[in-house]
C-alpha cells in the first residue's frame, strides 16, 4: 500500500537525521490517507468499514501513527502543526471552538489558546502520550490554564 512507501521514505529520511523531511512525508501521508492515521496504531471504524474480515496485525505495518507524528512535530518545535494534527485526529476539541485564524499562525493560536474561558475536552481513551505531548504544546503555545489535565489513569499533570 502507498502508506507504507510513506512511512519508508520517513524512516530512511530518520535514518540521515533529515526531520523535517521525514515529517513531511508523514504528513502527506496524513492529507492522503486520513483514514489509516489513527492514534497509537489503534485501527480506525473507517478502516474497518472497509475491510472488516480481516485481523489488525495483517495491516498494521500500513498504518501511521499519530505517536510518531508527534514525536517529529514537537523535535521541530512545529507546536502548532502538532496541534493541528491532534485536533484532526484525536479527537480534542475545544469549546468555544478555535476559530480558524487561530490555528493559521503561532501568534493567533497564542492569543486564541491564552482565553481562560476556553476549555478542551480531551476523549478519554486517548492515550497518555499523546497526552502528555498535548500538554507540551499548550506550554509552549503558552496556554498554561490548559495543560492542567487530568487524564483517563487519574494521572493529574500539571505545570
Do not use: W
Amino acid at each position: 500500500m502507498c502508506i507504507e512507501v510513506h512511512k519508508k521514505i520517513a524512516r530512511i529520511y530518520h535514518d540521515q537525521d533529515e526531520l523535517e523531511k521525514a515529517l513531511d512525508s508523514l504528513m502527506d501521508a496524513c492529507r492522503d490517507f486520513p483514514a489509516f492515521i489513527t492514534p497509537m496504531g489503534i485501527f480506525s471504524l473507517q478502516f474497518f468499514s472497509y475491510f472488516p474480515h480481516h485481523f489488525n496485525t495483517l495491516y498494521a505495518p500500513y498504518f501511521v501513527e499519530l505517536n510518531l507524528i508527534m514525536e517529529l512535530c514537537l523535535t521541530l518545535k512545529n507546536y502548532l502543526e502538532a496541534l493541528n494534527v491532534l485536533i484532526a485526529f484525536s479527537g480534542i476539541v475545544f469549546e468555544p471552538p478555535l476559530p480558524e485564524a487561530a490555528l493559521e499562525g503561532k501568534r493567533n493560536a497564542m492569543a486564541a489558546l491564552g482565553d481562560t474561558k476556553r476549555l478542551c475536552t480531551i476523549p478519554s481513551d486517548l492515550h497518555r502520550d499523546l497526552v502528555h505531548k498535548l500538554v507540551i504544546i499548550f506550554v509552549h503555545l503558552e496556554a498554561f490554564h490548559l495543560a492542567n489535565v487530568r487524564t483517563r489513569q487519574g494521572v493529574f499533570l500539571s505545570i
